[in-house]
Protein backbone atom coordinates (compact mmCIF):
# COMPACT_ATOMS: atom_id res chain seq x y z
CA UNK A 1 0.00 0.00 0.00
CA UNK A 2 1.11 3.55 -1.10
CA UNK A 3 2.09 5.86 1.93
CA UNK A 4 -0.11 8.58 3.00
CA UNK A 5 0.87 12.18 1.78
CA UNK A 6 2.61 14.67 3.73
CA UNK A 7 -0.71 16.54 3.93
CA UNK A 8 -2.59 13.69 4.98
CA UNK A 9 -0.45 12.31 7.72
CA UNK A 10 -0.64 16.30 8.83
CA UNK A 11 -4.21 16.06 8.25
CA UNK A 12 -4.14 13.15 10.44
CA UNK A 13 -1.86 13.70 12.76
CA UNK A 14 -4.12 17.45 13.37
CA UNK A 15 -7.39 15.37 13.94
CA UNK A 16 -5.61 12.99 16.58
CA UNK A 17 -4.50 16.70 18.38
CA UNK A 18 -8.12 17.71 18.24
CA UNK A 19 -9.74 14.25 19.21
CA UNK A 20 -7.30 14.09 22.62
CA UNK A 21 -7.92 18.00 23.37
CA UNK A 22 -11.66 17.54 23.37
CA UNK A 23 -11.61 15.38 26.42
CA UNK A 24 -11.17 15.95 29.78
CA UNK A 25 -11.25 11.91 30.47
CA UNK A 26 -8.80 9.92 28.76
CA UNK A 27 -10.31 7.93 25.24
CA UNK A 28 -9.36 4.72 24.78
CA UNK A 29 -7.92 3.04 21.61
CA UNK A 30 -11.42 2.22 19.82
CA UNK A 31 -13.33 5.32 20.39
CA UNK A 32 -9.95 7.31 18.99
CA UNK A 33 -10.07 4.78 15.76
CA UNK A 34 -13.62 5.46 15.59
CA UNK A 35 -13.53 9.55 16.21
CA UNK A 36 -10.63 9.83 13.60
CA UNK A 37 -11.41 9.32 10.14
CA UNK A 38 -8.72 8.33 8.69
CA UNK A 39 -8.28 5.59 11.72
CA UNK A 40 -11.41 4.31 10.66
CA UNK A 41 -10.18 3.66 7.04
CA UNK A 42 -7.50 1.11 8.64
CA UNK A 43 -7.42 -2.46 6.74
CA UNK A 44 -6.76 -4.08 9.56
CA UNK A 45 -6.78 -3.61 13.79
CA UNK A 46 -2.90 -4.98 13.29
CA UNK A 47 -2.52 -1.35 10.95
CA UNK A 48 -4.53 0.55 12.93
CA UNK A 49 -2.09 0.19 15.80
CA UNK A 50 0.87 0.31 13.60
CA UNK A 51 -0.11 3.71 12.34
CA UNK A 52 -1.54 4.92 15.85
CA UNK A 53 1.53 3.96 17.71
CA UNK A 54 3.74 6.20 14.74
CA UNK A 55 1.35 8.85 15.43
CA UNK A 56 1.81 8.68 19.22
CA UNK A 57 5.65 8.98 18.48
CA UNK A 58 5.55 11.63 16.26
CA UNK A 59 3.32 13.59 18.41
CA UNK A 60 6.21 13.32 21.05
CA UNK A 61 8.68 14.17 19.26
CA UNK A 62 6.77 17.18 18.21
CA UNK A 63 6.96 18.06 22.33
CA UNK A 64 3.24 17.84 22.45
CA UNK A 65 2.33 16.29 26.17
CA UNK A 66 0.23 13.02 25.40
CA UNK A 67 -0.98 11.23 28.34
CA UNK A 68 -1.77 7.85 29.12
CA UNK A 69 -4.27 7.35 31.79
CA UNK A 70 -6.20 4.35 33.21
CA UNK A 71 -9.64 4.65 31.87
CA UNK A 72 -11.18 3.67 35.35
CA UNK A 73 -9.71 4.72 38.50
CA UNK A 74 -9.90 1.67 40.28
CA UNK A 75 -9.18 -0.84 37.50
CA UNK A 76 -5.71 -0.01 35.32
CA UNK A 77 -6.05 -2.80 32.97
CA UNK A 78 -7.17 -0.75 30.11
CA UNK A 79 -5.23 2.56 29.16
CA UNK A 80 -6.61 5.70 27.91
CA UNK A 81 -4.94 8.75 26.38
CA UNK A 82 -5.56 12.93 26.67
CA UNK A 83 -3.58 16.07 25.76
CA UNK A 84 -3.65 18.05 29.04
CA UNK A 85 -4.24 21.72 27.69
CA UNK A 86 -2.77 23.37 30.89
CA UNK A 87 0.78 21.85 29.49
CA UNK A 88 -0.42 21.96 25.81
CA UNK A 89 -1.27 25.72 26.05
CA UNK A 90 1.41 28.34 25.19
CA UNK A 91 2.90 30.89 27.87
CA UNK A 92 1.32 34.51 28.59
CA UNK A 93 2.90 36.22 25.20
CA UNK A 94 3.79 39.73 25.31
CA UNK A 95 4.12 41.84 22.13
CA UNK A 96 6.01 45.11 21.10
CA UNK A 97 3.65 47.90 19.61
CA UNK A 98 4.86 46.94 15.77
CA UNK A 99 4.38 43.13 16.12
CA UNK A 100 0.47 44.10 17.73
CA UNK A 101 0.45 45.89 13.90
CA UNK A 102 1.85 43.16 12.32
CA UNK A 103 -1.38 40.38 14.20
CA UNK A 104 -4.03 43.80 13.47
CA UNK A 105 -2.98 43.28 9.94
CA UNK A 106 -3.01 39.35 9.76
CA UNK A 107 -6.69 38.82 11.57
CA UNK A 108 -8.28 40.81 8.88
CA UNK A 109 -7.44 37.87 6.85
CA UNK A 110 -8.37 35.09 9.46
CA UNK A 111 -12.06 36.26 9.77
CA UNK A 112 -14.15 33.04 11.07
CA UNK A 113 -13.33 30.48 13.75
CA UNK A 114 -14.59 27.11 12.52
CA UNK A 115 -13.85 23.42 12.23
CA UNK A 116 -14.21 21.69 9.00
CA UNK A 117 -14.14 18.45 7.52
CA UNK A 118 -12.46 15.53 9.31
CA UNK A 119 -11.92 17.60 12.00
CA UNK A 120 -15.88 18.79 12.69
CA UNK A 121 -16.59 14.96 11.82
CA UNK A 122 -14.44 13.35 14.45
CA UNK A 123 -15.59 16.12 17.10
CA UNK A 124 -19.47 14.87 16.36
CA UNK A 125 -18.98 11.24 16.66
CA UNK A 126 -17.35 12.52 20.21
CA UNK A 127 -20.15 14.31 21.34
CA UNK A 128 -22.84 11.57 19.67
CA UNK A 129 -20.68 9.22 22.52
CA UNK A 130 -20.91 11.62 25.33
CA UNK A 131 -17.60 12.23 25.73
CA UNK A 132 -17.42 14.87 28.38
CA UNK A 133 -16.07 18.01 26.50
CA UNK A 134 -13.28 20.39 27.50
CA UNK A 135 -14.91 23.37 26.44
CA UNK A 136 -11.90 25.48 26.42
CA UNK A 137 -9.85 23.62 24.83
CA UNK A 138 -10.09 24.23 20.88
CA UNK A 139 -10.14 27.03 18.76
CA UNK A 140 -10.69 25.80 15.08
CA UNK A 141 -9.33 28.33 12.51
CA UNK A 142 -10.46 28.46 8.90
CA UNK A 143 -8.87 31.40 6.96
CA UNK A 144 -11.49 33.20 4.87
CA UNK A 145 -10.26 35.57 2.93
CA UNK A 146 -12.42 39.14 3.53
CA UNK A 147 -13.37 40.51 0.27
CA UNK A 148 -15.78 43.03 -1.22
CA UNK A 149 -14.89 42.77 -4.79
CA UNK A 150 -17.96 40.77 -6.09
CA UNK A 151 -15.67 39.47 -8.99
CA UNK A 152 -13.29 37.85 -6.43
CA UNK A 153 -14.71 33.98 -6.71
CA UNK A 154 -15.27 33.38 -10.42
CA UNK A 155 -12.12 35.51 -11.27
CA UNK A 156 -10.16 33.01 -8.07
CA UNK A 157 -12.10 30.00 -9.79
CA UNK A 158 -11.09 30.62 -13.39
CA UNK A 159 -7.39 30.94 -11.78
CA UNK A 160 -7.60 27.72 -10.69
CA UNK A 161 -9.02 26.42 -13.43
CA UNK A 162 -7.10 27.64 -16.18
CA UNK A 163 -9.90 28.89 -17.87
CA UNK A 164 -10.38 32.45 -20.12
CA UNK A 165 -12.72 34.80 -18.66
CA UNK A 166 -14.22 37.83 -20.37
CA UNK A 167 -15.45 41.32 -18.19
CA UNK A 168 -16.29 44.88 -18.58
CA UNK A 169 -13.06 47.13 -17.11
CA UNK A 170 -13.45 50.53 -16.30
CA UNK A 171 -10.56 52.68 -17.14
CA UNK A 172 -9.13 55.13 -14.95
CA UNK A 173 -11.36 57.90 -16.59
CA UNK A 174 -14.37 55.91 -16.06
CA UNK A 175 -15.43 54.23 -19.54
CA UNK A 176 -15.95 50.89 -19.41
CA UNK A 177 -14.31 48.53 -22.24
CA UNK A 178 -14.93 44.41 -23.13
CA UNK A 179 -11.43 42.32 -22.18
CA UNK A 180 -10.81 38.87 -22.27
CA UNK A 181 -7.98 37.04 -20.28
CA UNK A 182 -6.67 33.95 -19.43
CA UNK A 183 -6.28 34.52 -15.69
CA UNK A 184 -2.27 33.73 -14.36
CA UNK A 185 -2.70 34.73 -10.38
CA UNK A 186 -4.67 37.09 -8.17
CA UNK A 187 -3.15 38.84 -5.57
CA UNK A 188 -3.40 41.71 -3.13
CA UNK A 189 -1.08 44.89 -3.09
CA UNK A 190 -1.52 47.60 -1.12
CA UNK A 191 -4.66 46.55 0.40
CA UNK A 192 -6.37 46.20 -3.47
CA UNK A 193 -6.83 42.70 -5.40
CA UNK A 194 -5.64 42.16 -8.66
CA UNK A 195 -5.52 39.57 -11.16
CA UNK A 196 -2.50 38.69 -14.13
CA UNK A 197 -2.86 37.40 -17.13
CA UNK A 198 -2.50 37.36 -20.83
CA UNK A 199 -4.99 39.89 -22.56
CA UNK A 200 -6.29 38.09 -25.55
CA UNK A 201 -7.42 41.46 -27.31
CA UNK A 202 -3.79 43.26 -26.73
CA UNK A 203 -1.80 39.96 -27.25
CA UNK A 204 0.01 40.96 -24.26
CA UNK A 205 0.43 40.18 -20.24
CA UNK A 206 -1.54 42.66 -18.32
CA UNK A 207 -2.52 43.64 -14.36
CA UNK A 208 -6.45 44.54 -13.83
CA UNK A 209 -7.52 45.43 -10.52
CA UNK A 210 -10.71 43.40 -9.63
CA UNK A 211 -12.79 46.57 -8.35
CA UNK A 212 -12.69 48.21 -11.63
CA UNK A 213 -14.64 44.90 -12.95
CA UNK A 214 -18.28 45.91 -13.68
CA UNK A 215 -20.49 43.66 -14.31
CA UNK A 216 -20.33 39.75 -14.18
CA UNK A 217 -17.30 38.07 -15.37
CA UNK A 218 -18.13 35.38 -17.97
CA UNK A 219 -16.18 32.45 -18.64
CA UNK A 220 -15.40 32.41 -22.43
CA UNK A 221 -12.91 29.15 -22.45
CA UNK A 222 -12.61 25.70 -21.94
CA UNK A 223 -10.73 24.75 -18.63
CA UNK A 224 -7.09 23.97 -18.93
CA UNK A 225 -6.89 25.67 -22.18
CA UNK A 226 -3.50 27.12 -21.35
CA UNK A 227 -0.36 27.01 -18.94
CA UNK A 228 0.93 30.00 -16.92
CA UNK A 229 4.03 30.57 -16.98
CA UNK A 230 6.67 28.65 -14.58
CA UNK A 231 8.22 32.05 -13.49
CA UNK A 232 5.27 34.00 -12.64
CA UNK A 233 5.38 36.05 -10.01
CA UNK A 234 2.05 38.18 -9.51
CA UNK A 235 3.11 40.06 -7.19
CA UNK A 236 6.30 41.48 -9.15
CA UNK A 237 3.96 41.92 -12.27
CA UNK A 238 1.77 44.13 -10.59
CA UNK A 239 4.38 46.31 -8.62
CA UNK A 240 5.74 46.80 -12.10
CA UNK A 241 2.86 47.56 -13.48
CA UNK A 242 1.49 50.00 -10.74
CA UNK A 243 4.27 51.98 -9.66
CA UNK A 244 4.21 54.78 -10.86
CA UNK A 245 5.43 58.72 -9.77
CA UNK A 246 3.44 60.42 -7.11
CA UNK A 247 1.21 62.53 -8.15
CA UNK A 248 -0.20 66.12 -6.59
CA UNK A 249 -3.81 66.65 -5.23
CA UNK A 250 -5.97 69.88 -3.94
CA UNK A 251 -8.75 69.03 -1.89
CA UNK A 252 -11.26 71.05 0.16
CA UNK A 253 -11.97 69.65 3.53
CA UNK A 254 -14.78 70.89 5.62
CA UNK A 255 -14.40 71.70 9.77
CA UNK A 256 -14.05 68.81 11.88
CA UNK A 257 -13.54 66.39 8.57
CA UNK A 258 -11.03 64.82 6.87
CA UNK A 259 -8.68 63.96 9.62
CA UNK A 260 -6.32 61.45 7.83
CA UNK A 261 -6.00 63.62 4.82
CA UNK A 262 -4.84 66.17 7.10
CA UNK A 263 -2.18 64.35 8.63
CA UNK A 264 -0.69 63.35 5.24
CA UNK A 265 -0.75 66.82 3.99
CA UNK A 266 2.16 68.38 2.51
CA UNK A 267 0.68 72.37 2.74
CA UNK A 268 -2.52 73.06 4.56
CA UNK A 269 -4.09 76.66 3.70
CA UNK A 270 -7.44 77.35 5.71
CA UNK A 271 -9.74 79.95 4.71
CA UNK A 272 -13.91 80.96 5.10
CA UNK A 273 -14.68 77.73 2.83
CA UNK A 274 -12.58 75.39 4.69
CA UNK A 275 -8.88 73.75 4.64
CA UNK A 276 -7.31 73.26 1.39
CA UNK A 277 -4.75 70.35 1.57
CA UNK A 278 -2.17 69.56 -1.01
CA UNK A 279 -1.44 65.83 -0.86
CA UNK A 280 0.99 63.49 -2.99
CA UNK A 281 -1.29 60.15 -4.51
CA UNK A 282 0.26 57.50 -6.30
CA UNK A 283 -2.76 55.45 -7.11
CA UNK A 284 -5.94 57.63 -8.41
CA UNK A 285 -8.13 54.75 -8.14
CA UNK A 286 -7.44 54.42 -4.32
CA UNK A 287 -7.33 57.68 -3.41
CA UNK A 288 -10.81 58.34 -5.67
CA UNK A 289 -12.38 55.61 -3.24
CA UNK A 290 -11.06 57.28 -0.01
CA UNK A 291 -12.17 60.49 -0.99
CA UNK A 292 -15.75 60.01 -2.03
CA UNK A 293 -15.57 57.89 1.36
CA UNK A 294 -15.75 61.35 3.11
CA UNK A 295 -18.71 62.80 1.14
CA UNK A 296 -19.44 66.16 0.51
CA UNK A 297 -17.27 66.74 4.02
CA UNK A 298 -14.07 66.97 1.49
CA UNK A 299 -14.12 68.07 -2.25
CA UNK A 300 -11.24 67.52 -5.21
CA UNK A 301 -10.10 70.79 -6.75
CA UNK A 302 -7.10 69.17 -9.40
CA UNK A 303 -6.42 67.27 -11.36
CA UNK A 304 -9.22 67.06 -13.06
CA UNK A 305 -8.86 63.56 -13.64
CA UNK A 306 -9.44 62.65 -10.05
CA UNK A 307 -12.15 64.69 -9.71
CA UNK A 308 -13.81 62.79 -12.70
CA UNK A 309 -13.04 59.60 -10.29
CA UNK A 310 -14.62 61.00 -7.68
CA UNK A 311 -17.89 62.31 -8.94
CA UNK A 312 -18.47 58.93 -11.14
CA UNK A 313 -18.10 56.96 -7.64
CA UNK A 314 -20.50 59.57 -6.23
CA UNK A 315 -23.00 59.65 -8.69
CA UNK A 316 -22.88 55.98 -8.82
CA UNK A 317 -24.01 55.45 -4.69
CA UNK A 318 -26.63 58.22 -5.65
CA UNK A 319 -27.91 56.00 -8.24
CA UNK A 320 -27.95 52.86 -5.83
CA UNK A 321 -29.47 54.48 -3.59
CA UNK A 322 -32.08 56.12 -5.68
CA UNK A 323 -32.93 52.38 -6.68
CA UNK A 324 -33.26 51.08 -2.92
Known amino acids: ?5 PAAKTERLLNLVICLLYTRQPLSKAR ?3 AV ?10 AFDRMFERDKDELRELGIPLRMEPLDAFFDDETGYRIDRREYALPELSFEPDEFAVLGLASRTWQQASLAGAAATALRKLEAAEVERDVNSLVGLEPRVSTTEPAFNTVKDAVLRRQAIGFAYRKAGGDSTPRRLQPWGVANWHGRWYVTGFDLDRDAP ?3 RLGRIDGAVKRVGK ?3 YDVPA ?3 PVAMIDGTE ?7 VVLVHEGAGNTLRRRAKLADQDESGTRLVLDFTDPGAFADEIAGFGPAVRVLSPPELVDQVVWRLRGALNRNGDA
Open 32 to 34: IRD
Open 223 to 225: PGA
Open 37 to 46: PQYGEAASDE
Open 243 to 249: STPPAEA
Open 206 to 208: RVF
Open 1 to 5: MASPS
Open 231 to 233: DHD
